[in-house]
């Protein structure tokens, strides 16, 4: 089954530029899509279609994909980042949908 | 406004059988696929199953495959998820979520329910 890998946890200063990666076989035909989860809320979009913010977003939040790798890049971090992000993308056919592990990061 | 309230969640023993419903408003729910996504407690997500807009096609994931039925009723703005044979790795937080269809042909999720939690133990 299709998978995406993302690291752990990645842990900045605030004011730092926190960087999460996200590889997938199927991502340079694919799009990667980003949600921040915060606690026990709902997921929310930050990045859609690779790259592109949706409104209400905060502009620190940007996205970029090349070959088989997304990164969510999130400048300036503050303490109200801290959170769960994930990944998201389909597989090559489009039936299944895939989530990365789970990236936790830590503003402190 | 968009709002998606799930229901049915509780404690059930394993092997057994538990159906989930999600109540839909503020939007055309016969135009939008739906979605089963699932979070076990500290854990990641995990997508679970998909139903077309009109019912005529649903995928699963490989861990609920052939144990987890997913359905809807457009007429009442409702979308299903019936559980059986339950497994205390099914213990999770149950969300459903609107797929988002892009110009550019692929889709995300834009808006979820606030879960509702199932656990399987006995």
């Known amino acids: 089954s299709y998978e995406l890998t993302q690291p752990p946890s990645v842990s900045v200063s605030p004011g730092q530029t926190a960087r999460i990666t996200c590889s997938g076989d199927a991502l340079p035909k694919k799009y990667a899509y980003w949600y921040q989860q915060k606690s026990v809320q709902a997921p929310v979009l930050v990045i859609f279609?690779?790259?592109k913010r949706p409104s209400g977003i905060s502009e620190r939040f940007s996205g970029s994909s090349s070959g088989t790798m997304a990164t969510l890049t999130i400048s300036g971090a503050q303490v109200e980042d801290e959170a769960d992000y994930y990944c998201y993308s389909t597989d090559s056919s489009a039936s299944h949908r895939v989530f990365g592990g789970g990236t936790r990061l830590t503003v402190l | 406004q968009v709002q998606l309230v799930e229901s049915g969640g509780g404690v059930v023993q394993p092997g057994r059988s538990l159906r989930l419903s999600c109540s839909a408003s503020g939007f055309t729910f016969s135009t939008y696929v739906m979605h089963w996504v699932r979070q076990p407690p500290g854990k990641g997500l995990e997508w679970v199953a998909v139903i077309w807009y009109d019912g005529t096609k649903n995928y699963y994931g490989d861990s609920v495959k052939g144990r987890f039925t997913i359905s809807r009723d457009n007429m009442k703005n409702t979308l299903y998820l019936q559980m059986s044979s339950l497994r205390a790795e099914d213990t999770a937080v149950y969300y459903c979520?609107?797929?988002?269809?892009?110009?550019?042909?692929?889709?995300?999720?834009?808006?979820w329910g606030q879960g509702t939690l199932v656990t399987v133990s006995s």
């Open positions: 979520a609107r797929e988002f269809a892009s110009m550019t042909g692929e889709s995300y999720f834009d808006y």
């Open positions: 279609e690779d790259s």
